[in-house]
């Protein structure tokens, strides 16, 4: 075995796709991606050749400019992109949730508008639920829309927007209780608009202020923001799917499919941690041989290898079973449960096998050691992924008394 983590069964043009991600990887984003995270520097170069490369289209429809490609084939190219630097699967993966809700839940109209263009990446998509008090409590969202006329009024405050300031289209969940009785469930008075905007900070359109970057432990060069409401006024063709109480489901629909490209971003940065653990095991010498002939470093390396490939496997199930047009819910929250909690596990005993130098900002593993922790938190916690698990547990094994 060459490598960890090979899929079978798959095509020639997802061999190629994968290919060509792989090489670009190793030549555009690796070399770079240390010395730009220390500076939390945007990389705008990597990003443009994303773009020629046809990625930011991967899962948009053929008709609409994209190419078409299955939820396997992204999570396979998030694997690799993380693998060289995980900010940069963070840039695709927002903008990838927006174009899949537009192409699930948009109309007509929406489609034809939106996906073409972001098919092109010249739009970049975000998307937002959280808001400062909210947690993973999403039913407590109080950001709020108020219909007036032919357009929507929404005052609130949103937060933790990847890509919130260079996108330029966000998809925002907040309550509308037009059309919705006191009394109504949370969850069936809650709405999704799409809000266009000029990149940048500031006020980056009327009623709409993006404050500015939010300083990070890791995952750098990625903006992460706020995204302030106050008498924000959207057309009411611009709610997604045209129709008002549809916003929670819409948005968890986009979850569902994060859920497994953050599995994706575990695994690659896993991945990673593996190859540069072996890497250095096998030049570090103590007591007169390489640490990697010492028993202790391989069984961290065999328990590291295991992980690796674990994660890998559940994560390729759960996007096939959303492919195949099935429930994935319990088998996406599996993923990302056991892919980000491997992926911190992998990580830091491939900084303990780098001892002391795994602590200096020259080796790459310090800055994977850092960007970990974010998997464990983005598309829900781990305490969340076993509450979902749990439930579709009893679902399925429901007694028979």
């Not at 706020?226 to 549809?246: K, Q, S, W, Y």
């Not at 819910?329 to 980000?340: C, I, Q």
């Not at 900002?361 to 800055?367: A, F, L, N």
């Amino acid at each position: 075995m060459a490598r960890l983590a090979q899929t079978a069964g798959l095509t020639d043009i997802q061999q190629e796709i994968l290919s060509t991600v792989r090489d670009f990887v190793d030549k555009e984003i690796i070399p770079v991606a240390t010395e730009l995270e220390h500076r939390d520097e945007y990389p705008q170069a990597i990003v443009d050749g994303l773009k020629e490369l046809g990625l930011f289209g991967l899962m948009i429809p053929e008709e609409y400019g994209g190419l078409g490609e299955s939820l396997l084939t992204y999570a396979l190219c998030v694997e690799e992109i993380a693998r060289g630097w995980m900010s940069v699967s963070g840039i695709i993966n927002t903008h990838f949730i927006v174009a899949y809700m537009l192409k699930q839940h948009g109309t007509q109209e929406q489609k034809d508008h939106f996906l073409p263009r972001m098919a092109a990446g010249d739009i970049r998509g975000a998307f937002s639920m959280s808001e400062p008090a909210l947690g993973s409590d999403v039913s407590a969202i109080t950001s709020k829309a108020v219909k007036d006329g032919d357009e929507y009024v929404l005052n609130g405050q949103k937060m933790w927007l990847t890509n919130g300031g260079t996108s330029s289209l966000v998809a925002v969940l907040v309550r509308s209780d037009e059309g919705h009785p006191e009394g109504t469930a949370p969850h069936k008075s809650m709405t999704t608009f799409l809000v266009e905007k000029e990149p940048g900070f500031g006020e980056v359109r009327p009623g709409l202020t993006i404050p500015g970057k939010i300083d990070k432990m890791g995952y750098k060069g990625v903006d992460t923001t706020e995204l302030i409401m106050d008498g924000l006024r959207i057309p009411a063709n611009r709610v997604l799917g045209g129709e008002t109480g549809r916003g929670f489901y819409q948005m968890m629909d986009g979850v569902e499919v994060g859920r497994v490209n953050v599995a994706a971003r575990g695994c690659g940065v896993a991945q990673r941690a593996f190859e540069l653990g072996v890497s250095y095991a096998q030049q570090r010498h103590t007591f007169g041989k390489p640490i990697a002939q010492h028993q202790a470093i391989q069984f961290k390396l065999a328990e590291m290898a295991t992980k690796v490939e674990a994660a890998h496997a559940m994560m390729v199930n759960a996007a096939r079973k959303k492919d195949s047009g099935e429930r994935n819910d319990l088998e996406a929250g599996m993923a990302k449960y056991l892919a980000s909690e491997y992926c911190k596990e992998v990580v830091e005993d491939a900084f303990r096998i780098h001892g002391g130098y795994g602590f200096s900002k020259e080796y790459e593993i310090e800055r994977l050691y850092r960007e970990a922790p974010m998997l464990l938190i983005g598309e829900g916690t781990a305490e969340i992924q076993k509450m979902i698990i749990g439930r579709r547990l009893l679902e399925e094994y429901r007694f028979q008394g």
